[in-house]
């Protein structure tokens, strides 16, 4: 039996997935976080939430790395971690640091920071060669300004440089619409997580072609790829995933083209230890392009597509990687061919007043339904925070899942109010 330190995850099904990932590889965890209330809240009404059924729960500053170190020092000499892990994006490299203070399995610190900063990740990813759109990073408006004229071009894509699920990720064809989205961005110095925020802005150029993502897992300098699943996105002007299938329906060379394109991301970034990864790309008319690398599991439900589909479980690969161990990534018969979900995206504010999903969970081929209760306050999404719900779907035969849930989710828009 290992015992792992997880430190902070968000709050949704990868909160539910990694506690019990540790306990079925017989394993045992310390949950470290810097406000408990935060997952007491987002608990379903009347359970305790799995992170919350650790063998211990600390209470720590988790924003202030450099007081956090020793800290967890002094833990450690008590407990004895044998790994450490975090689901969510802004602890990934306070755990890379961690791994690197007590000597336990994991990438490179490094390597982890890189990634995690978009600004830096274009960087890394440029010197080494590796395809990307054009790109500028800035702080000061003149300067924002005439490198969007001048080195990106319009239309092109905003982003900050260190948020997650979409948020600020805007499309912007023009001066104006720059202008705005760059207050918008100037208006938001804090993230969710209480941590300041950088002030730099990405402008990147506007890819065409469809967004994949590469599923991997990265042990003992080797990348495995697991395999690639599609992205449908909505919500102009900004960028909001309304729904995935895996395996994606590509053709041999696009799967290969996305693969290796992913493949060297990571190696340029030395994410080839301890890592799973979920990398971006965009399989344009001019080849494969990188939009971003996430070094951790998939959100969204993909890693439960995966699982579905091939029986591999990346969110306990996540953990036996974080332990030193070879991942189990040998595939099954599960019965399905593809596996799909599709989000329920709201484009309006109000007060829900109804949404039903009409027993669809008792259909063939469905796999999950879950929707918002009525009279929950919504607004129009404008980033992957703000779903109403989502239905998954597989289908033994082929490629069909995502079809399938279309035909789900058009059911479930027909009864939809918001008032």
Same mark, same amino acid.
């Given at each position: 039996?290992?015992?792992?330190?997880?430190?902070?995850?968000?709050?949704?099904?990868?909160?539910?997935?990694?506690?019990?990932?540790?306990?079925?590889?017989?394993?045992?965890?310390?949950?470290?976080?810097?406000?408990?209330?935060?997952?007491?809240?987002?608990?379903?009404?009347?359970?305790?939430?799995?992170?919350?059924?650790?063998?211990?729960?600390?209470?720590?500053?988790?924003?202030?790395?450099?007081?956090?170190?020793?800290?967890?020092?002094?833990?450690?000499?008590?407990?004895?971690?044998?790994?450490?892990?975090?689901?969510?994006?802004?602890?990934?490299?306070?755990?890379?640091?961690?791994?690197?203070?007590?000597?336990?399995?994991?990438?490179?610190?490094?390597?982890?920071?890189?990634?995690?900063?978009?600004?830096?990740?274009?960087?890394?990813?440029?010197?080494?060669?590796?395809?990307?759109?054009?790109?500028?990073?800035?702080?000061?408006?003149?300067?924002?300004?005439?490198?969007?004229?001048?080195?990106?071009?319009?239309?092109?894509?905003?982003?900050?440089?260190?948020?997650?699920?979409?948020?600020?990720?805007?499309?912007?064809?023009?001066?104006?619409?720059?202008?705005?989205?760059?207050?918008?961005?100037?208006?938001?110095?804090?993230?969710?997580?209480?941590?300041?925020?950088?002030?730099?802005?990405?402008?990147?150029?506007?890819?065409?072609?469809?967004?994949?993502?590469?599923?991997?897992?990265?042990?003992?300098?080797?990348?495995?790829?697991?395999?690639?699943?599609?992205?449908?996105?909505?919500?102009?002007?900004?960028?909001?995933?309304?729904?995935?299938?895996?395996?994606?329906?590509?053709?041999?060379?696009?799967?290969?083209?996305?693969?290796?394109?992913?493949?060297?991301?990571?190696?340029?970034?030395?994410?080839?230890?301890?890592?799973?990864?979920?990398?971006?790309?965009?399989?344009?008319?001019?080849?494969?392009?990188?939009?971003?690398?996430?070094?951790?599991? %998939?959100?969204?439900?993909?890693?439960? *597509?995966? =699982?579905?589909? &091939? /029986?591999?479980?990346? +969110? @306990?690969?996540?953990?036996? $990687? %974080?332990?030193?161990?070879?991942?189990? *990534?040998? =595939?099954?018969? &599960? /019965?399905?061919?593809? +596996? @799909?979900?599709?989000?329920? $995206?709201?484009?309006?504010?109000?007060?829900?007043?109804?949404?039903?999903?009409? /027993?669809?969970?008792?259909?063939?081929?469905?796999?999950? $339904?879950?929707?918002?209760?009525?009279?929950?306050?919504?607004?129009?999404?404008?980033?992957?925070?703000?779903?109403?719900?989502?239905?998954?779907?597989?289908?033994?035969?082929?490629?069909?899942?995502?079809?399938?849930?279309?035909?789900?989710?058009?059911?479930?828009?027909?009864?939809?109010?918001?008032?």
């Amino acid at each position: 039996m290992a015992h792992l330190l997880v430190v902070e995850s968000w709050v949704g099904s990868m909160s539910r997935l990694l506690p019990r990932s540790i306990r079925e590889g017989g394993h045992e965890f310390t949950f470290l976080t810097r406000d408990l209330h935060h997952y007491l809240r987002s608990a379903p009404e009347g359970t305790a939430h799995p992170l919350l059924g650790a063998r211990n729960v600390i209470t720590a500053e988790t924003n202030d790395v450099d007081a956090l170190l020793p800290e967890v020092e002094r833990l450690h000499a008590a407990l004895r971690f044998d790994g450490v892990v975090t689901s969510c994006d802004y602890y990934l490299p306070t755990v890379a640091r961690i791994a690197e203070r007590l000597q336990l399995p994991g990438p490179r610190a490094e390597s982890v920071e890189n990634a995690c900063r978009k600004d830096t990740t274009r960087r890394v990813l440029a010197e080494a060669g590796v395809p990307g759109p054009r790109f500028a990073v800035h702080q000061e408006w003149h300067d924002i300004a005439r490198a969007a004229r001048e080195e990106v071009g319009y239309p092109l894509v905003v982003k900050p440089v260190d948020l997650c699920a979409g948020m600020f990720v805007r499309r912007v064809d023009d001066e104006a619409q720059l202008a705005a989205a760059v207050e918008a961005l100037e208006g938001f110095p804090v993230n969710a997580r209480g941590q300041r925020r950088s002030p730099s802005v990405l402008l990147e150029e506007m890819l065409d072609g469809l967004e994949v993502s590469v599923e991997t897992v990265s042990h003992a300098g080797t990348v495995h790829v697991v395999g690639v699943t599609d992205k449908s996105v909505g919500g102009a002007p900004a960028f909001i995933e309304t729904g995935h299938m895996f395996p994606a329906a590509l053709t041999g060379g696009e799967t290969e083209a996305a693969e290796q394109t992913a493949s060297a991301a990571l190696k340029a970034l030395g994410l080839v230890d301890g890592v799973v990864a979920h990398t971006e790309i965009k399989l344009t008319s001019a080849g494969p392009r990188v939009v971003e690398v996430n070094p951790r599991p %998939a959100g969204n439900r993909i890693t439960e *597509l995966v =699982r579905h589909v &091939t /029986g591999i479980d990346l +969110a @306990a690969a996540f953990v036996e $990687v %974080a332990l030193g161990h070879a991942p189990d *990534l040998r =595939r099954g018969d &599960t /019965g399905l061919r593809s +596996a @799909a979900i599709g989000f329920l $995206v709201p484009d309006r504010t109000g007060t829900l007043e109804a949404l039903d999903g009409g /027993g669809m969970r008792d259909e063939p081929g469905v796999l999950e $339904v879950q929707l918002s209760e009525p009279g929950r306050q919504v607004k129009a999404a404008g980033s992957n925070n703000e779903y109403l719900g989502h239905v998954m779907a597989g289908d033994p035969a082929g490629a069909g899942a995502r079809d399938r849930v279309e035909s789900l989710l058009d059911r479930v828009r027909s009864g939809l109010v918001i008032r």
